[in-house]
């Protein structure tokens, strides 16, 4: 085996986690392929939110088994939550995969590899690790895709369990990394030229519950943890997501309010505006309540982004259900939102909710969120024009004209100027489309 290839699917935490996997792959040795053809590992870090990420995924591993019906010394391996979620169905439907593995199982991936690669495999050896255990790939060493800006994991899992969400199956319940070991591993990420940290967890905002559960008095919560780690000398921002708004406090807003080295942007998952939906999606809180966190974050916090995620036709939602989530999206007036139809995940509780929206439906009632959505983020937009916003520049864009960053609200820019990637610069708008700005250094 001399060279890999990894192909990573999902969410902000499955891009982390993709860095352990380089770093976990080259420490055996191997070198990064650009393309499959050219690997003698094949390895795919999967997400299994919805249905189209296993559609995406099928085709991919498709490629995969074409390869290996070429050369059967080929490896291939699968990470993440779709085998998590499926384990040994996970085998039955590719049987060409050599092995897999969870999210909370990714310090095994050397054995595994180790014992793929035998010549002759041993009847019953187990081809995937998907116990549920204390590591975190947090603690793993990480080979970086970005030399300014890195990922920090700082809380794994969830215990919402909202009715459509597979992630507390697959990454199991909430564990909270030392504070200490946080602040550690930032100091030594800023060590190495990183200007931005992101701190993710599927819900942050729960940081320390689990530890303060578990009976440690005085254990940090989320907005102590962004104290620490805005005293680091050096470190120019800290992001993070996502949030759950029930757990946004007034302590959290007052952190993002006084905080320097904070980014004001908020990703704040809304899901729905009616009521009845919200509580049969177990979200914890009503329309009124959202709303409430949004308008003290934009009281306190001048030029806060808030973004969302919307879901359009869970099972049962009426037309008036989803004219409501289209009020709730007008009052809160966000700034950029990811908005998906209804996607069943087997082993969920909306699964087997009545009355199941048609196919037809909630594509149509999807277009009219965008449609909205897309309207308030070019007003959002244009409305810097102008004015002036502070860019970390990441590197060209994508005509290669100029050069791209984003500002502290989490939008991409277009930056003329003599400005280099790494350097943190004011810029003038000069002009906006609904996801970008264009500006002068």
């Not at 780690?229 to 952190?255: E, N």
């Amino acid at each position: 085996m001399r060279t890999y290839y990894l192909r990573s699917f999902g969410c902000q935490m499955n891009e982390h986690d993709a860095e352990r996997i380089r770093a976990l792959l080259e420490a055996q040795g191997l070198e990064r392929a650009d393309e499959p053809d050219g690997a003698d590992v094949l390895v795919y870090n999967t997400c299994t939110v919805r249905k189209s990420a296993d559609e995406r995924l099928a085709g991919h591993l498709g490629t995969a088994a074409r390869l290996k019906r070429e050369d059967a010394s080929r490896i291939v391996l699968v990470t993440g939550c779709l085998p998590q979620a499926e384990q040994d169905d996970f085998f039955r439907r590719f049987p060409f995969v050599d092995g897999a593995l969870g999210p909370q199982n990714l310090h095994h991936l050397p054995e595994l590899l180790a014992a793929a690669a035998e010549p002759a495999q041993p009847a019953g050896r187990p081809l995937g690790f998907f116990a549920d255990g204390p590591a975190m790939s947090g603690d793993l060493a990480a080979r970086r895709e970005r030399p300014y800006q890195a990922w920090v994991q700082i809380v794994s899992g969830c215990t919402n369990f909202c009715s459509y969400c597979i992630v507390p199956h697959v990454r199991g319940p909430e564990r909270s990394r030392n504070l200490q070991t946080v602040v550690a591993e930032v100091r030594g990420l800023v060590a190495d030229g990183v200007r931005e940290v992101t701190l993710l967890g599927q819900n942050v905002n729960a940081y320390g519950l689990d530890l303060r559960r578990g009976g440690r008095e005085g254990a940090p919560d989320f907005p102590a943890l962004l104290r620490a780690l805005d005293a680091v000398p050096g470190l120019a921002r800290v992001r993070f997501m996502t949030s759950h708004p029930k757990d946004l406090s007034h302590d959290l807003v007052r952190a993002i309010a006084e905080l320097p080295s904070v980014c004001e942007h908020v990703h704040l998952p809304a899901q729905a505006g009616s009521d009845r939906v919200l509580a049969a999606m177990n979200r914890g809180y009503t329309a009124a309540a959202y709303l409430e966190r949004v308008h003290a974050l934009r009281a306190a916090v001048p030029d806060v982004s808030v973004t969302t995620d919307l879901i359009a036709g869970f099972p049962g939602e009426s037309d008036d259900d989803f004219a409501q989530t289209l009020e709730l999206v007008r009052a809160a007036e966000f700034d950029a939102a990811f908005t998906f139809v209804f996607s069943p995940r087997r082993g969920t509780a909306a699964t087997e909710l009545p009355r199941q929206v048609a196919a037809e439906v909630k594509r149509e009632r999807v277009e009219r969120l965008i449609a909205l959505t897309q309207e308030l983020a070019l007003g959002s937009r244009r409305r810097w024009i102008g004015r002036r916003a502070e860019v970390l520049v990441e590197g060209p864009s994508r005509d290669g004209r100029c050069l791209r960053g984003r500002t502290r609200q989490n939008v991409t820019a277009n930056v003329t100027g003599a400005t280099e990637p790494g350097a943190i610069v004011e810029i003038e708008v000069t002009g906006a489309t609904s996801t970008t700005l264009r500006g002068r250094a």
